[in-house]
Structures are given as C-alpha cells and as structure tokens.
C-alpha cells in the first residue's frame, strides 16, 4: 500500500507538469509584479492577493498545455490525472485570490484578465496543431498579457486605477518584446557553425536593434517633455548596451542554458534598476 501511494504521489508531483518547462518565462511574470508592488509603494492583503492570483494564472498555463498534447496524442494520456490535479489547484487558488481582491474593493481589476482569453486559447490552437515553437509573435502578444501585472499591482498599492499604471503596462511590455525578439536573435547565432562577419551579425540582430533602440529612444522623448522619470533612461540603456554586445559577440556554440542565464541576469538588471528609477 505504502508502495502504490508513493507511486501515486510521484505519479501527480511531476515538475514537468506543475512548473513551466521554458524556465525564461519566469521574468516575465515576476518583473512586472515587482515593478507594479513597488510603484504602489503601499502592501496590504490585497497585494498578496494580487500575487497569488497572477502566479496561478501564469502558473496553470503549464498542465493545461499538458493536457491538451495528451489528448492530442503528443504525450501519453497517463500525464492526464496530475494535469488535472494541478489545474484543479491553481484554479482554486487563482479564484480564492480574486475573491479575495472582490471583497477588497478591487472587482475592477478583473477586467485586465479579458485580454488573457483569446491570447491562451490561440497558444492552445497552436500547441494541438503543434505547431506552438518559436512563435515570436504570439510570445511577445503574450507578454503583453503578463505586462498587465504591473498596473494590477501598482493599483492594489495605492488603493485606485492610478493613470500612471498604464506607463508601466507600455513600459514593461516593450521591454519584455525587445527580450523576446534578442533571445530569438542569440538563438540564431547559436546555430551557426562559424564565427558571422559583421554584416551577418547584423542582419541577425537588427530586428532586436530596432526594438532596443526605439525603447531608448521613446524613453528619452519622454523623459524630456517630464512625462517620465530622467533615470528611467538607464534600464533601457542596459537593454540597449546588451543587444550591441550580443550583436558583436556572437552566441555561437552556446548552450540554450547559457543563453537563457544571461538573459535572466540582463532582466533582473533591467527590473531593479526599473523600480530604483521610478521611485527616486
């Protein structure tokens, strides 16, 4: 008995299934939340309900595609019972917390999740069609979706719909797309065979150029006609510095691992930096 019951434990307690398998997802919850928390500058209960809410959101994306391969006969159907486990779970806790932020006073909020709708129900058309890899487009769509954290939190800190949430929605987002387009750009570079000239690496890198300069530059724009904070330039600047050296360096022969560990490093740069510059 002892035997089957840890076999059936096993059986529901698989990483694969609970946690995300793109590990590079991760930043892209947790930086707008963090953001959103700090610009609020007040927590409460209500921002702990924010936050469960937001992680069982993002997290259930996991079992679900799960799920959906099983039954489209790209994994095994024994995956089945844990993905339901885990959807069960984060369903409850994601509808816990939003009942929580209901009788807080923040039934509003649940308006930024409509958006989430028609986005994960395409991921899911995609992953039944498997046809859900490398598909930039839908990935930076989503992360838009996951931007909406940061004005979710900022206004559960300062208790109303803070106009200035939707700077930090546009803010992190473009941040976020610009992430997105230079990893797709390093991955390319890694499955070159040899070292690029200088004008192969560029017409690799020039869409995250692009996207990296154009963030710098609207952020500076900006900034001079005081609708943002000056030092709010310098994260973005980071970002930028970034691109031109993955540009001139290219990720030949790397390892998903390491490229995925630099971009996690340049994130949470780009995050501290983000929050030290809109709150001084």
Known sequence: MDTAAHRSTQAIFKRHIALPSDHGSWVFILSPLLIGLFAGEHWSISSVFLVAAAMAAFLIRQPVTIA??????????RDLPAAWVWIATYGLVGLAALLGLVLQGFAYLSILAIPAVPVFAWHLYLVS??????????????????ALAAPAAMWVGAGHPDPNGWWLFGLVWLQSAASIVYAYARLEQRSLETQPDISTSWRISRRALF???????????LAMFDLLPTLLLLPYAVQWLETIWGTLRPAVGYTPTR???RQLIVSSVFTISFILAWNL
């Open 68 to 77: 959906i391969k099983a039954y489209s006969g790209r994994r095994a159907r």
């Open 129 to 146: 069609k498997r046809a859900e890899r490398r598909q930039a487009g839908i990935e930076i769509v989503g992360s838009g979706v996951l």
């Open 211 to 221: 996207y990296t300069t154009y963030n710098m530059a609207l952020v500076l724009s």
């Open 259 to 261: 490229i995925g560990m």
